[in-house]
Each structure stands twice: as C-alpha cells, then as structure tokens.
C-alpha cells in the first residue's frame, strides 16, 4: 500500500518575516524552498521583496549605471550635486 505525498504547506504559510523564530537556523528548508519557488518573494503583510539569492541582493545594493540611468534619465552625475542643490535654492528665493 502506498502512502499519499504529504501536503506541501504553500509558503505564505511558512514566511513569518516578522516574527524572530522565522530567522533561526531551523527554517533552512523553508529559504532553500524561497530560493527554488520565489527567489525575489513578494510579502504581502509587510508589502516588501524579501531577496533570497546573494546575487540579486548585490544587484539592489549596487546596480550599473545603466539601470540607474533608465530609471531617472533626467539623472546627473554625483559631482553635480551640489550644483543642482544650490540652482534649487536659487529658484526658491
């Protein structure tokens, strides 16, 4: 006789991103689990991405130039900081 599979609690159930036992060495299973279904998983009570792989988290903390650029054409460079911010007082006053 064979045994039906175990059901599978769906991660919502399993990511408790709040709540401090969710980040002790017992949920191994659970990240590899994120890491497999949803590498960049979305929760939903604290409406954030919670990023699994080191890559990705690497990639938010430092994306090329490119990225940054598509993001805000209207970008300038860091050195033109300054800059800007004195043109903004300017225009204030």
């Known amino acids: 006789m064979t045994r039906p ?3 599978v609690p769906p991660l919502r159930d399993l990511v408790l991103a709040e709540d ?3 980040y ?3 949920q ?3 990240y590899d689990r994120m890491r497999a279904e949803a590498p960049a998983y979305y929760y939903e009570p604290l409406d954030v ?3 699994t792989r080191m890559d990705d988290v690497h990639y ?3 994306p090329p130039a490119a990225v940054l650029q598509r993001q805000r054409p209207d970008a300038q460079p860091a050195q033109d900081g300054r800059r800007r911010r004195e ?3 300017r ?3």
């Open 24 to 26: 002790d060495d017992r």
């Open 91 to 93: 225009a204030v006053q």
């Open 60 to 62: 938010v903390l430092h």
């Open 49 to 51: 991405f919670l990023l």
């Open 20 to 22: 401090p036992g969710f």
């Open 5 to 7: 599979p175990l059901a």
């Open 28 to 30: 191994f299973s659970v």
């Open 87 to 89: 043109q903004r007082v």
